[in-house]
């Protein structure tokens, strides 16, 4: 039998059901996998024991004994540490939560444990998901299972490399920027940044809240499509969710994409490395053969996406970061001189440089004086973005893209932040106009594996998951990584 | 628009956040590179764009003021850095200079 670690969730479900396996064979197939590599690749801030994780499992097997299995009965799941739990700690990654319990579930967290989900634990991440390394966290260096010597990419790094290295079946993420998308690239993985407004962001602790999105990751394009239907939907408790007419996407992706209009955004590969550019062409030859229809298109503002961005999202950080003030939760200084001593105190040594630089940036381009020079024309140039996406859709139903501009690079290569931030290029559009995103994994450059972005109309993920799936099926299931 | 050092301390303290000497010359350098490069906007004319501030075209998602459960005060305590008698404990603010 193939080890039950390196399965997908949909191939386990199967199992549950043809009573094959059992839920305990899951995790302690999972469980002894973590225990083998969880010390190379540090994915994890929290895990549960064995143990709890068995008797969490012994509740899934009665269900699924009692033909009263769930959507994802029996899955082990891991999510991001910057979404709540009741109980347990959630810490973004920084010292400034580093003793934070969470006192409710977020909507997402809920929803999974509705479905028959055991969570296992939360994943490594960069500090406030500010970062596409996860070397900003408070809790150390996530590795890429790929190649130790490597970031997972981030911020939701942890979810990514807990993926490739078999540790647990799906994860959820966050993407802000291209968080999701990025470390899914640089892990071989499967993630989905779904449309702003498609899933709550009730408890997930805030970076950029007209830009942060939940999504899923696994290994399979059908598991990231079984989450997504488990997590997405409107919720009260935010205000920025959206009711839209609810079904199944996971059932409605397998009719492949011919006559589906494929653009490709001849300002996406401009830029790119001849690696990069091969990838693409590649996939473009893929998706021909299948039946698509190529369409080149124009995206003309893309090259002003990350200065718009790091306008944008600082500037939204600084004033969702300013309740960390040492008084209700969080960190606080042991030694200040007042209450606007304690304020200041407990911030500078709560949070770490990238928060910081972020604060700084935008507490500037927010400042009397900068408002209309920085963040106003930031917004303006945002709905020109947006515009370019709303014409290309006019004639075409899916856009394919490079999803990173390399492959995964050395924990130890210098990079200074804009550079940092320059390599976000071709996520950051979709977080700005508000558009899905899916990262699939397409091959491997030198050992490292890479993936195509494709990029869908608001709301529908489904034509997305589609294409995703159609493009999987041609290039063959990802492998673990050799541990 | 390069930040001299004094602005820089001007933004640090309406974000309630300090540095040690020796840092401040460095998060100067970067904080410049940033704004250089955000800066890029600059060669756009976007006169009379309208800011887009929510891609979904929402407006205000209103709703019934309605009175539900909300956490309890244990929970909302509950990693609160001091506490006393369900209340959070500050530096007093009041009655100075």
């Known amino acids: 039998m193939e080890n039950l670690y390196s399965l997908s969730a949909v191939e386990l479900k199967k199992m549950l059901e043809a009573k094959e396996i059992k839920v305990e064979d899951i995790v302690n197939s999972i469980y002894d996998r973590i225990d083998k590599v969880e010390g190379l690749v540090n994915s994890f801030v929290e895990l549960i024991s064995r143990e709890e994780a068995l008797s969490l499992a012994k509740i899934a097997q009665e269900n699924i004994d009692n033909s009263k299995a769930r959507a994802l009965e029996g899955i082990l799941v891991a999510i991001k540490n910057n979404m709540v739990t009741d109980g347990g700690k959630t810490t973004a990654s920084s010292k400034m939560l580093d003793n934070y319990e969470g006192v409710y579930d977020a909507t997402v967290v809920k929803k999974l444990k509705d479905a028959g989900a055991i969570i296992i634990g939360k994943t490594n991440m960069d500090e406030f998901a500010m970062g596409s390394t996860t070397k900003t966290s408070y809790a150390g260096e996530t590795k890429n299972p790929w190649d130790l010597e490597r970031v997972p990419g981030g911020s939701s790094g942890g979810s990514a490399s807990s993926l490739a290295a078999g540790e647990v079946t799906l994860t959820l993420g966050s993407d802000t920027g291209g968080s999701i998308r990025q470390p899914a690239s640089f892990n071989g993985v499967v993630g989905l940044k779904p449309t702003y407004g498609r899933v709550s962001r009730f408890g997930l602790i805030a970076f950029a809240s007209s830009l942060d999105q939940i999504g899923p990751m696994g290994r399979r394009v059908d598991d990231v499509a079984l989450m997504f239907d488990v997590i997405k939907g409107y919720d009260d408790a935010d205000a920025t969710s959206v009711k839209v007419e609810e079904e199944s996407v996971l059932t409605e992706i397998n009719n492949g994409v011919k006559g589906l209009r494929i653009g490709i955004p001849k300002e996406y590969l401009e830029e790119a490395n001849d690696d990069i550019k091969a990838v693409i062409n590649e996939a473009v030859a893929k998706y021909k053969e299948l039946g698509a229809e190529i369409v080149d298109i124009s995206l003309p503002h893309t090259e002003y996406s990350p200065s718009t961005y790091y306008i944008i999202a600082p500037a939204e950080a600084s004033s969702n970061l300013a309740r960390f003030d040492g008084v209700r939760y969080g960190y606080r200084a042991e030694n200040f001189d007042g209450v606007e001593d304690l304020y200041i105190k407990s911030r500078s040594e709560g949070f770490g440089d990238e928060v910081k630089r972020r604060i700084m940036i935008g507490t500037y381009v927010l400042s009397a004086g900068f408002y209309d020079a920085y963040y106003k024309k930031a917004q303006q140039v945002r709905r020109l973005i947006k515009n370019d996406f709303d014409k290309a859709f006019e004639s075409v139903d899916v856009i394919l893209t490079p999803a990173t501009t390399g492959t995964a690079f050395k924990l130890d290569e210098p990079k200074t932040p804009v550079e940092l931030y320059l390599e976000d290029v071709y996520t950051i559009p979709a977080n700005l106009a508000g558009l899905p995103g899916l990262v699939v994994p397409a091959t491997k450059v030198q050992g490292l594996p890479v993936g195509i972005q494709l990029l869908g109309k608001a709301f529908d993920e489904k034509t997305l998951l589609r294409a995703g799936k159609a493009f999987e099926n041609v290039v063959g299931k990802m492998e673990l990584a050799n541990l | ?97």
């Not at chain 2, 906007?41 to 539900?68: A, F, M, S, Y």
């Open chain 2, 1 to 97: 628009m390069a930040l001299t050092k004094e602005e820089v301390l001007k933004v640090a303290h309406l974000a309630r956040l300090e540095f040690e000497e020796e840092r401040i010359e460095s998060f100067q350098t970067e904080l410049n590179s940033i704004l250089t490069f955000v800066d890029k906007l600059q060669e756009l004319n976007t006169e009379g764009i309208e800011p887009l501030t929510q891609v979904n075209h929402q407006v205000n998602n209103l709703r019934k003021d309605e009175i539900k459960e909300s956490l309890n005060r244990d929970k909302v305590l509950k990693n609160a850095p001091q506490k006393d008698e369900g209340m959070f404990i500050v530096p007093k603010v009041v009655g100075e200079n």
